[in-house]
């Protein structure tokens, strides 16, 4: 069975411009979950999509926006980057039933803003 | 807010010995999940072990087991018999039982693993 697959694996951007990375989760699973990880502020939870819908969100500026497929691929993009949004982007698939479900990532997409 | 505190930020253990990787959270849930996972090199995060917190007994897997300590908030990672593989950065998670697939996560352990 495929992993979660994040593409592209590293980016480099300017200030002011946008971004969109992908997520394809395990085949059947419908939550894509993205997470932000950086040295100083660690891991931080970004949102939580379930079949097509933003099911949660972390406290993250409007700037930061994504969406789900009706396939369960997700999409997060990032308008107007800044110095700041240099991280590692975490994309986690689960099968988002109720009950323990294991959240699988993917190798992350590493965005450098310069 | 939940919030989970990883209060050793690097960790070292002979090969071979035992190591334990405390976490502490705080939640006003009584439901909930909590994770252990491995982040090695390669940035892929893997999960180590899991704990529902409706159960007393503390979850293992092979040489990874925890000290679950509902009361005191209290999550702990014992590795047994450390392996040179072992070295990684582990993070404690925690997630609500309501539904959601959101992952609380402590800032992590860097753990080296000397030969």
């Known amino acids: 069975k495929a992993g979660v697959t994040q593409t592209p694996r590293y980016l480099i951007k300017t200030r002011g411009q946008q971004v969109t990375l992908s997520c394809s989760p395990i085949?059947?699973?419908?939550?894509v979950s993205w997470y932000q990880q950086t040295p100083g502020q660690g891991l931080q939870f970004l949102f939580e999509?379930?079949?097509?819908?933003?099911?949660n969100k972390g406290n993250f500026p409007g700037r930061f926006s994504g969406r789900q497929f009706s396939n369960s691929r997700s999409e997060m993009n990032v308008s107007t980057l800044e110095l700041g949004d240099s991280a590692l982007y975490l994309c986690?698939?689960?099968?988002?039933?109720?009950?323990?479900?294991?959240?699988?990532f993917g190798q992350g997409t590493r965005l450098t803003v310069v | 807010a939940q919030t989970v505190t990883q209060s050793q930020p690097e960790m070292s253990v002979q090969e071979a010995e035992t190591v334990t990787l405390s976490c502490t959270y705080d939640?006003?849930?009584?439901?909930?999940?909590l994770f252990w996972y491995k982040q090695p090199p390669s940035r892929q995060m893997i999960l180590v072990i899991r704990?529902?917190?409706?159960?007393?007994q503390n979850a293992t897997e092979n040489r990874f087991s925890v000290n679950f300590q509902k009361a005191a908030k209290s999550f702990s990672l014992k590795i047994s018999d450390s392996q040179l593989g072992d070295a990684a950065m582990y993070f404690c998670?925690?997630?609500?039982?309501?539904?959601?697939?959101?992952?609380?996560f402590g800032k992590g352990t860097k753990l080296t693993v000397n030969p």
């Open positions: 939640t006003s849930e009584s439901d909930y999940y």
């Open positions: 999509y379930f079949s097509e819908t933003q099911r």
């Open positions: 085949s059947g699973h419908r939550s």
């Open positions: 704990q529902e917190a409706y159960k007393q």
């Open positions: 986690a698939s689960s099968a988002g039933q109720l009950g323990v479900t294991e959240a699988f």
């Open positions: 998670a925690y997630r609500s039982a309501g539904g959601s697939e959101k992952l609380v």
